[in-house]
């Protein structure tokens, strides 16, 4: 079965300590792959996603991922993070041929950020 | 530039009564559109989408339904509602290859 494991529910770190999200998935083949991130109340934000190439991906806000294919993982790292950085953090994997395009997400790993 | 609205934003609805959430996209043509739901304290879980007018797929049975009049309109419907369909419901669209556009969602509370 297709699926998407983020093992941390909740995640603290200080402000300017590295960070690091952890994302599992079982999937058929391949997937592209992708996080995402939401503040409280809002829709999600695209960070960065990986289809091909690079296994290391650089996004917006400072993330980077990368993608493992042997451990079939994904994991979020940013060096330093900020405390607007705190929100809620989701995995997703996608096919890469089908038109219907259904994305599978894990059940998302919450960031709070001490002062 | 697209542009993807939701409305309400907040709904408190009694029991058994009926539902009605639109999404509308602005600055793209026969998208891909998608419903999920956020239960709190959970992760995404994608009740339907659409992949044109007219076309839609279910994902799970449930209480819900969705239609697609128009090709830029996406409306989740229930007739009856019940204490389990309250939650965060985000409406999203996929035009070409890439990541799915998310809008600002619409809270729903059961009462």
């Known amino acids: 079965a297709q699926s998407v494991t983020q093992p941390d529910i909740h995640i603290t770190v200080s402000e300017g300590a590295s960070l690091e999200l952890r994302c599992n998935y079982s999937?058929?083949?391949?997937?592209?792959l992708f996080w995402y991130v939401q503040s409280p109340g809002q829709g999600l934000q695209l960070l960065l996603k990986?289809?091909?190439?690079?296994?290391l991906v650089q996004g917006i806000k400072g993330f980077e991922a990368e993608f493992k294919r042997s451990q079939s993982s994904f994991n979020l790292r940013k060096p330093s993070v900020h405390w607007s950085d705190a929100a809620e953090y989701f995995c997703?994997?996608?096919?890469?041929?089908?038109?219907?395009?259904?994305?599978?997400f894990g059940s998302g790993t919450r960031l709070l950020v001490r002062p | 530039s697209q542009t993807i609205h939701q409305w309400p934003a907040t709904l408190v609805q009694p029991v058994g009564s009926p539902l009605s959430l639109e999404c509308t996209v602005e600055?793209?043509?026969?998208?891909?559109l998608y419903w999920y739901r956020q239960a709190a304290g959970r992760g995404l879980q994608l009740l339907f989408y659409?992949?044109?007018?007219?076309?839609i797929s279910s994902e799970v049975p449930q209480n819900l339904s969705a239609s697609r009049p128009q090709d830029r309109q996406f409306i989740l419907s229930s007739k009856k509602l019940l204490l389990s369909d309250s939650g965060f419901y985000l409406c999203?669209?996929?035009?070409?290859?890439?990541?799915?556009?998310f809008g600002e969602g619409s809270r729903l509370t059961v009462l």
């Open positions: 999937y058929g083949a391949t997937p592209y």
């Open positions: 600055g793209t043509s026969n998208p891909n």
């Open positions: 990986y289809f091909s190439g690079d296994t």
């Open positions: 997703a994997v996608g096919p890469q041929m089908d038109s219907s395009y259904k994305l599978i």
């Open positions: 999203a669209w996929k035009n070409g290859p890439g990541e799915l556009f």
């Open positions: 659409s992949v044109g007018i007219g076309q």
